[in-house]
T-cell receptor, first 111, second 115 residues
Framework: GQQLNQSPQSMFIQEGEDVSMNCTSSSIFNTWLWYKQDPGEGPVLLIALYKAGELTSNGRLTAQFGITRKDSFLNISASIPSDVGIYFCAGQLDRDDKIIFGKGTRLHILP | GAGVSQSPRYKVAKRGQDVALRCDPISGHVSLFWYQQALGQGPEFLTYFQNEAQLDKSGLPSDRFFAERPEGSVSTLKIQRTQQEDSAVYLC?????????????FGPGTRLTVL
């Protein structure tokens, strides 16, 4: 089945630093998604990307849908303490289809 | 309600017991998904309903897993004769493509621990 390789697995950064994480797939997706999950909660959608090459921002977050349809990245600028959590990349073949998730990037912010 | 709700939030079962997990989707949402999230992993798809029809159950790991949504709203995921490997967080998500949005909104999950 389709698999997503997400990196890095974890990150330790200072508050105020920029963060970059990425995701690659063994096959094509038509939609790329980035979710954040806090402890004890379900994933919350941060950004959805629907077109190859698309670059989308949501506040301090920016994500891009790779031209090959097999990769995506997420950048977070000027990190703040509430950015701590697990970030998942995810893909869909079709709208309203099941979501295939990566294994997550755990973001830690050092005091 | 305002969001997807799931109950119970935590369930401890002895190996061999049957369990039933409930999902209340966002009102009016046509699509409902169940996912299983093992510790330290991303969620993995189990099954999908459109209204009351179960259109995809390819992710159910064994015939001990059964899901239903008889009236096209509330859904129940049932696991029979639970095993230790069933321990995980079970997430429910709903979306309303027919009503114009296909974003899947997730509930908080049910954490199942099988002893």
């Amino acid at each position: 089945g389709q698999q997503l390789n997400q990196s890095p697995q974890s990150m330790f950064i200072q508050e105020g630093e920029d963060v970059s994480m990425n995701c690659t797939s063994s096959s094509i997706f038509n939609t790329w998604l980035w979710y954040k999950q806090d402890p004890g909660e379900g994933p919350v959608l941060l950004i959805a990307l629907y077109k190859a090459g698309e670059l989308t921002s949501n506040g301090r977050l920016t994500a891009q849908f790779g031209i090959t349809r097999k990769d995506s990245f997420l950048n977070i600028s000027a990190s703040i303490p509430s950015d701590v959590g697990i970030y998942f990349c995810a893909g869909q073949l079709d709208r309203d289809d099941k979501i295939i998730f990566g294994k997550g990037t755990r973001l830690h912010i050092l005091p | 309600g305002a969001g997807v709700s799931q109950s119970p939030r935590y369930k401890v079962a002895k190996r061999g017991q049957d369990v039933a997990l409930r999902c209340d989707p966002i009102s009016g949402h046509v699509s409902l998904f169940w996912y299983q999230q093992a510790l330290g992993q991303g969620p993995e798809f189990l099954t999908y309903f459109q209204n009351e029809a179960q259109l995809d159950k390819s992710g159910l790991p064994s015939d001990r897993f059964f899901a239903e949504r008889p009236e096209g709203s509330v859904s129940t995921l049932k696991i029979q004769r639970t095993q230790q490997e069933d321990s995980a967080v079970y997430l429910c998500a709903s979306s309303g493509l027919v009503s114009g949005t296909d974003t899947q909104y997730f509930g908080p999950g049910t954490r199942l621990t099988v002893l």
